[in-house]
């Protein structure tokens, strides 16, 4: 895990859920399944690089609406 940087802008997982539209269950699914890298963790509040999480979150929007399957898309993003 990364620590905070002050040149990476950080966002919570709640602020993911709202600026983005998508489930908690969906953040918390993403980052289980290494879609998403968690940057750091202060108590029970999960912190992202908010950058990271927008161009994440675009491709795999992309890749979704293309027919790919998450294990797939894993697979693009991550090469595993």
Same mark, same amino acid.
């Not at 895990?1 to 950080?10: A, C, F, L, S, V």
């Not at 027919?67 to 595993?80: C, F, P």
């Given at each position: 895990?990364?620590?905070? +940087?002050?040149?990476?802008?950080?966002i919570?997982?709640?602020?993911?859920?709202?600026?983005? +539209?998508?489930?908690?269950?969906?953040?918390?699914?993403?980052?289980?399944?290494? /879609?998403?890298?968690?940057?750091?963790?202060?108590?029970?509040?999960?912190?992202?690089?908010?950058?990271?999480?927008?161009?994440?979150?675009?491709?795999?929007?992309? /890749?979704?609406?293309e027919?790919?399957?998450?294990?797939?898309?894993?697979?693009? /993003? /991550?090469?595993?």
């Open positions: 895990m990364r620590k905070n +940087n002050r040149h990476n802008k950080m919570s997982a709640k602020d993911i859920v709202s600026k983005y +539209n998508i489930s908690y269950h969906a953040v918390n699914h993403y980052t289980d399944f290494g /879609l998403l890298q968690l940057a750091f963790k202060k108590g029970n509040v999960r912190f992202y690089d908010s950058r990271q999480v927008r161009q994440r979150l675009n491709k795999i929007t992309k /890749l979704a609406r027919g790919y399957s998450l294990r797939l898309i894993r697979r693009k /993003l /991550l090469g595993v």
